[in-house]
């Protein structure tokens, strides 16, 4: 699986956009970039996977440059409850050789 | 239920003695995971469930781990001669996978404290 880099630690101001960087420089062209936040105390949580194309959901939007050697993760409007910990992880889609396996990811810390 | 169930929530147990942790995954879900999250870590990957492959058990930290899925469903993670160094929330997934990966949901937990 692509080892994927993430910054320890970020802050962000309450109403704006936090943009929660990621590298894969090594992922291979089967594996989809997924996004996973794990708010204190709580079991992580899906959030959105692409592969190439830009992706977006209620949730968030998924910026993936065209040579897919990294990526960010965007909350349009962050509140609050968007403080976590952002989990990026490049897997492959096919369930037979895939696992999810999460790095350190960003704690993202938003502040009023 | 809705969700993927844990149970216990909390286990507090002496050193060497055996636990069992329970997962219940969604209904319908193929792919299961268990994951262990020591105190200020992130997520150690340990034993992954697809159909009826045969788990990959390469996150295992040590053979007094083993992990079973009885009937595609329900999984049991075991500890034994447990350790203070287990001590750690365990976390279950389960995810709607045939052919393909999707997203993973994520139990509660069991916070395990070996004293």
């Known amino acids: 699986d692509a080892k994927t880099t993430q910054p320890p630690s970020m802050d962000c101001a309450e109403g704006r956009a936090a943009n ?3 590298n894969h420089s090594t992922i291979s062209g089967n594996e989809y970039v997924y996004w996973y936040r794990q708010i ?3 079991g992580p949580q899906y959030i959105i996977h692409g592969l190439k194309n830009n992706e977006t959901n ?3 939007s998924l910026i993936i440059t065209e040579d897919r050697k990294s990526s960010t993760l965007i909350l349009p409007h962050a509140t609050l409850r968007d403080t976590a910990v952002y989990y990026c992880i490049a897997n492959p889609r096919s369930s037979n050789t895939g696992k999810l396996i999460f790095g350190q990811g960003t704690t993202l810390q938003v502040k009023p | 239920g809705a969700g993927v169930s844990q149970s216990p929530s909390n286990k507090v147990t002496e050193k060497g003695k055996d636990v069992e942790l329970r997962c219940d995954p969604i209904s319908g879900h193929t792919a299961l995971y268990w994951y262990r999250q020591s105190l200020g870590q992130g997520l150690e990957f340990l034993i992954y469930f697809q159909g009826n492959s045969a788990p990959d058990k390469s996150g295992l930290p ?3 781990f083993s992990a079973e899925r009885t009937g595609g469903s329900v999984s049991t993670l075991t ?6 160094e287990d001590s750690a929330v365990y976390l279950c997934a389960s995810s ?3 052919d393909k990966i999707t997203e993973a949901f994520f139990g ?3 916070r395990l404290t070996v004293v």
Not at chain 2, 79 to 84: G, L, P, S, V, W
């Open chain 1, 20 to 22: 929660l960087p990621c």
């Open chain 1, 40 to 42: 204190h105390s709580q």
């Open chain 1, 58 to 60: 209620e949730m968030a």
């Open chain 2, 62 to 64: 040590s053979d007094r």
């Open chain 2, 79 to 84: 500890i034994q001669r447990t350790q203070q």
């Open chain 2, 96 to 98: 709607l996978a045939q």
């Open chain 2, 108 to 110: 509660q937990g069991t």
